[in-house]
Each structure stands twice: as C-alpha cells, then as structure tokens.
C-alpha cells in the first residue's frame, strides 16, 4: 500500500511539474495587459480608394469602451510616396474627453481634404484615428488612400495661359493676363471647353476681328472663344475638326482646329492646338 501511494505522489508531482510550466509559457506568450476602446468605421463604402488633390471626403466613425474610460481621440495623416519614402506626418485633428460614460456609444464626423502641398500623383496617404483611454492603453483606426495619376473630377473654373502662333496676326503670349476658361462634364466622358485655345480665338482675334468687314463688303459676325467637345481618355484629352468659330469662317473661311492635351497629378491641363491655316499653340490650364 505504502509503494502505491508513493507512485501515485510521484505521477501526481509529475503532472503538476508540467502544467506549471505550461501556464509559465502561456504567461510570456499571451499575458492581458488591460482593456481598450473598440472603434468602428460606419461608412467603410463610401471611404474612396482614390482621392484628387485638393479633394474631400467623410469619415464617419463609432466608440465604445464599456469597462475603461476613453480620454482622447487624436487623428493624423501620413503621407507616403509610391516608393515608400514618407513626406510627410502630422496630427491634423485632436479631442480631449473629460465626460466619457463606459454604457454610452459615441460617434464623430471628419471631412478630410487631401491638400497638403506636397501631394503627388501616386502618394499614399495614410489616415489614422486613435482612442486613448484613462490606463493608458490605445486601439486605433487606420484607412489608406492614394493619390491618382490625375484627377477623376477636371470640370470648373480655369485661367489659361497661352503661347501660340498665327499666319498673319504675329505671335500670341497672355502669360501677364491669362485667359479665364470653363470646362464643363457632360457625364459621358466628354468635356465642353469655353475656348480650346485659351485665348487666341477668344481675346487676340476678337480684339481684331470686332466689327463686320464693311471695307471688304462682308457682314461678319466678331470672332468669339472657340468652343470644343474634348473626349478624355484617362489622363489625355483632345478632339479633332472642331467646328471654326463663324465669324472667323465669314472673314477668312472654314479651318478646323485639332486638340490634344494631358492631365497631371494636380490637375493642370496642357492643350496643344493647331490647325491647317497655321495658327497654333499651347495653353495651360490651371484650376481656380
């Protein structure tokens, strides 16, 4: 009997031996260090994978911490460029709690503007929301966009300055006073432009063709912008045989102009125009 029961202690210190060892490695590998918020984004559909520079969107977001006390939310973008150098981090939004009630749920809004001046086509921007709670612990929220080749959204307002050519007018060049351009989106990948080219049409030949060519008998119409339908594809844009403006036909005859031009990553247009009649040119476009 005595021999059974000192078999029975030593498997018995045995297994103890060995549980004990194996709630030490479970102690290193997964020890609880406290309780953190949870954070909820609320509107992760409408969260673009693509933002413009100089352009907007909402975040919407949802907290809870129903056994510690949140303290603080603290929000900053980082921006990085496609090779994986980051240009630039900064806090952009910060919030101290002194009221927080752990069986309340609370939400918050941010409308963020992708418009830090070092913003380049293909950066990554990096957007991360952080809850601080009263032990000091933190969870956080991180949402990730980039910055496309060039802009999705390119109708508006522009000031545009050209540098062109003309057969009998001499050269053109309104780089002191730019000429103001509208482009307008026809929803179908087309774009109408108020003068494709920037002014030549719009300022240099209406300033010298105003009045009906009465010397030359002939009731002409003044020459007005050059109006075009220009069809985008991705980062280019362009058109061909654009209709000449009628007073210009009535003086000096039919010359359709051609167009073509590219899109940056800030959204600057560049149109080259020319047509058989030699007049020709290049017009930047810069939005207001």
Request: contains cysteine; charged residues 20%; glycine residues 8%.
């Given at each position: 009997m ?6 029975f202690l ?5 297994i103890?031996?060995i549980?004990?060892s ?5 102690d290193?590998e ?5 309780a953190?918020?949870?954070?909820i ?14 352009g ?17 939310i603290?929000?900053t973008?980082?921006?990085?460029s ?8 900064g806090?952009?939004?910060s919030?101290s ?11 918050r809004?941010?409308t963020?503007?992708?418009?830090n ?6 950066d ?17 929220l ?11 959204v390119i ?7 050209t ?7 001499g050269?053109?060049?309104n ?11 026809n ?8 003068d494709?080219t ?13 009045e ?6 002939k ?5 007005t ?7 985008r594809d ?9 209709p000449d ?6 003086w000096?005859g ?5 167009a ?5 990553g800030?959204?600057?247009i560049?149109?080259?125009f020319?047509n058989?009649a ?6 930047t476009?810069?939005?207001?």
């Amino acid at each position: 009997m005595k021999l059974y029961n000192i078999k029975f202690l030593i498997l018995y210190l045995l297994i103890l031996s060995i549980s004990t060892s194996c709630l030490e490695e479970q102690d290193e590998e997964f020890s609880i260090v406290g309780a953190v918020p949870t954070i909820i984004l609320l509107n992760k559909s409408e969260i673009p994978l693509t933002v413009d520079i100089g352009g907007s969107f909402d975040i919407d977001y949802r907290f809870f911490s129903p056994e510690v006390v949140v303290t603080k939310i603290s929000i900053t973008d980082t921006i990085t460029s496609a090779t994986g150098t980051e240009k630039n981090s900064g806090e952009i939004y910060s919030e101290s709690i002194s009221d927080f009630i752990t069986d309340n749920s609370y939400e918050r809004s941010l409308t963020y503007t992708a418009s830090n001046a070092q913003l380049e086509a293909g950066d990554i921007i990096t957007i991360t929301i952080v809850l601080t709670a009263s032990n000091d612990l933190s969870n956080s929220l991180v949402i990730t966009t980039v910055i496309p080749d060039c802009p999705e959204v390119i109708g508006g307002s522009y000031l545009a300055t050209t540098i062109g050519e003309t057969p009998f007018d001499g050269a053109y060049d309104n780089s002191a006073s730019p000429h103001p351009v509208t482009i307008t989106d026809n929803g179908d990948g087309t774009y109408d432009i108020s003068d494709v080219t920037g002014g030549l049409y719009g300022d240099l030949y209406a300033k010298i063709y105003t009045e009906p060519g009465a010397d030359e008998g002939k009731e002409c119409d003044a020459v007005t912008d050059l109006p075009a339908t220009l069809v985008r594809d991705g980062c280019t844009i362009g058109a061909t045989d654009i209709p000449d403006d009628a007073g210009f036909v009535c003086w000096l005859g039919s010359n359709p102009m051609q167009a073509s031009g590219i899109i940056d990553g800030k959204g600057v247009i560049t149109i080259s125009f020319s047509n058989v009649a030699e007049d020709n040119g290049t017009t930047t476009l810069v939005r207001q």
